[in-house]
């Protein structure tokens, strides 16, 4: 627990996809896809990834002018670069802006986030595909993002860090070791305790069902004689 962070060192697909980073299974075929994934970042992509910002959730209608006007604003750009599709042009939602300065980057990182461009609110990160070890892309089934609706949740970043796992190795002990004995004595008398409960039930239904049966036939006697009674009646005044 001493070398736990809400912010993976190490990017692991099993850890990304656990709320605490703490799974030992994989939950979803995502994980699996990123842990069997052998991703190897890009050789083609230049420039310093320790001067570069990772930009996503935009509009697929903002354009690279779009994104120099805004992100020149905390300071000198190198250069910047919107992905897009290979087939159609279009954009894909995301881009990387390289600064010249370390101090416009750590500006822009913490001042561009959840910042409103063309009516979309951005996410706005270090680069990771260079600068975290072990890192597999979303498309791969790894990354930190994700929505609820598809399943595939991520933490250990930014956006979704890690939640501080509860560490109770004593009281698991204590439950199912040293305690277990206590445990099973409690059951065994809790089903003792149920069954001289339904023992005792069972005598005392039987000791008012004969109550219950004199009662039945002393109602039964007392209908008789009210009705021979009045059937006497009934022949009196026959007989007058």
């Given at each position: 627990?001493?070398?736990?962070?809400?912010?993976?060192?190490?990017?692991?697909?099993?850890?990304?996809?656990?709320?605490?980073?703490?799974?030992?299974?994989?939950?979803?075929?995502?994980?699996?896809?990123?842990?069997?994934?052998?991703?190897?970042?890009?050789?083609?992509?230049?420039?310093?990834?320790?001067?570069?910002?990772?930009?996503?959730?935009?509009?697929?209608?903002?354009?690279?002018?779009?994104?120099?006007?805004?992100?020149?604003?905390?300071?000198?750009?190198?250069?910047?670069?919107?992905?897009?599709?290979?087939?159609?042009?279009?954009?894909?939602?995301?881009?990387?802006?390289?600064?010249?300065?370390?101090?416009?980057?750590?500006?822009?990182?913490?001042?561009?986030n959840r910042l409103v461009i063309d009516q979309h609110e951005i996410f706005v990160d270090f680069e990771l595909e260079r600068t975290l070890k072990g890192w597999i892309p979303r498309?791969?089934?790894?990354?930190?993002?994700?929505?609820?609706?598809?399943?595939?949740?991520?933490?250990?970043?930014?956006?979704?860090?890690?939640?501080?796992?509860?560490?109770?190795?004593?009281?698991?002990?204590?439950?199912?070791?040293?305690?277990?004995?206590?445990?099973?004595?409690?059951?065994?008398?809790?089903?003792?305790?149920?069954?001289?409960?339904?023992?005792?039930?069972?005598?005392?239904?039987?000791?008012?069902?004969?109550?219950?049966?004199?009662?039945?036939?002393?109602?039964?006697?007392?209908?008789?004689?009210?009705?021979e009674r009045s059937r006497g009646r009934e022949r009196k005044d026959r007989d007058r």
């Amino acid at each position: 627990m001493n070398d736990w962070a809400p912010i993976a060192k190490e990017y692991d697909p099993l850890k990304a996809g656990s709320i605490d980073g703490t799974d030992e299974e994989p939950h979803d075929r995502a994980i699996w896809r990123a842990m069997l994934a052998r991703y190897v970042p890009n050789k083609g992509v230049t420039g310093d990834p320790r001067l570069t910002l990772f930009v996503a959730r935009l509009n697929l209608q903002t354009t690279e002018e779009k994104l120099k006007e805004v992100f020149s604003r905390y300071g000198d750009i190198r250069k910047i670069r919107l992905v897009r599709d290979l087939v159609t042009g279009f954009s894909k939602g995301y881009a990387f802006v390289e600064y010249k300065e370390e101090r416009a980057l750590l500006k822009a990182h913490r001042d561009a986030n959840r910042l409103v461009i063309d009516q979309h609110e951005i996410f706005v990160d270090f680069e990771l595909e260079r600068t975290l070890k072990g890192w597999i892309p979303r498309r791969l089934g790894g990354g930190f993002g994700g929505k609820k609706e598809s399943g595939q949740l991520r933490f250990g970043g930014r956006d979704r860090p890690f939640r501080k796992p509860i560490n109770l190795p004593n009281m698991k002990n204590d439950f199912y070791g040293e305690g277990s004995a206590e445990k099973r004595n409690w059951s065994r008398e809790g089903t003792r305790d149920w069954r001289t409960r339904d023992r005792d039930h069972e005598r005392s239904r039987d000791k008012r069902w004969p109550e219950r049966e004199r009662s039945w036939t002393w109602g039964e006697s007392e209908r008789d004689s009210k009705e021979e009674r009045s059937r006497g009646r009934e022949r009196k005044d026959r007989d007058r």
